[in-house]
């Protein structure tokens, strides 16, 4: 069965404090791997699509990374403004819709 | 617009009632999705247009869900017979294409069912 799972579910960190999120999946046919960003009320924001083992994305603070069964995302001394949901999602075989994570609850504590 | 405009914001209803929730996309976007997010989960898929037609609506859980886009542009989700299940939020999504990139959400509706 198609599996996308993200972990922790939850994550606190102090300023200045590096780390990195988990997104392992488990899909046939993968076209494309993607980070978002949520915040609370409000839709997800798209950061970044990786698409082939190997590739990787940054993005200020934000690094996203792929292999052929996870993605990370490492967040470099991070700032109380980087607390957020932060969702990771797939695109597979011919079809468009995305498969999305539970996401992980980041803190980032001053 | 700028954005993916969603009304209402918040919507609270009657069990049994029919609901309406309304998307407009980025102008120009071809590409609409629906999706439902329930709370401490990732979104869900719905439905997806391309242009006035439902590309892909193997995401709608029962009869009781329709989505319509007339002309292309503006979409709606219509919900009949509705659920407390049905409490969610409901996002939009617009793209130029169908590729994942460029993929924007609105707010969402935060739907109430009682």
């Known amino acids: 069965e198609d599996q996308v799972t993200q972990s922790p579910e939850a994550l606190r960190l102090q300023e200045g404090e590096s780390s990195s999120l988990n997104c392992s999946y488990t899909v046939s046919g993968l076209r494309g791997l993607f980070w978002y960003r949520q915040d609370p009320g409000k839709g997800p924001e798209f950061l970044f699509t990786l698409y082939s083992a190997g590739e990787e994305k940054e993005k200020e603070r934000l690094k996203a990374t792929l292999t052929k069964k996870e993605s990370f995302l490492h967040i470099t001394a991070p700032k109380p403004e980087d607390s957020a949901t932060y969702l990771c999602a797939v695109q597979m075989g011919t079809g468009n819709q995305f498969y999305f994570g539970t996401g992980t609850s980041l803190t980032v504590i001053p | 617009g700028a954005g993916v405009s969603q009304t209402p914001s918040n919507k609270v209803t009657e069990k049994g009632k029919y609901v309406e929730l309304r998307c407009d ?71 130029l294409t169908a590729q994942g990139y460029g993929y924007t959400f609105g707010s969402g509706t935060r739907l109430t069912v009682v």
Do not use: M
């Open chain 2, 25 to 95: 996309p980025i102008s120009g976007h071809t590409a609409l999705y629906w999706y439902r997010q329930s709370l401490g989960q990732g979104p869900e898929f719905l439905i997806y247009f391309q242009g006035t037609g439902a590309a892909d609506d193997s995401g709608l859980p029962n009869d009781r869900f329709f989505a319509v886009r007339p002309e292309g542009s503006v979409s709606t989700l219509k919900i009949q017979r509705t659920e407390r299940g049905d409490s969610a939020v409901y996002l939009c999504a617009s793209s």
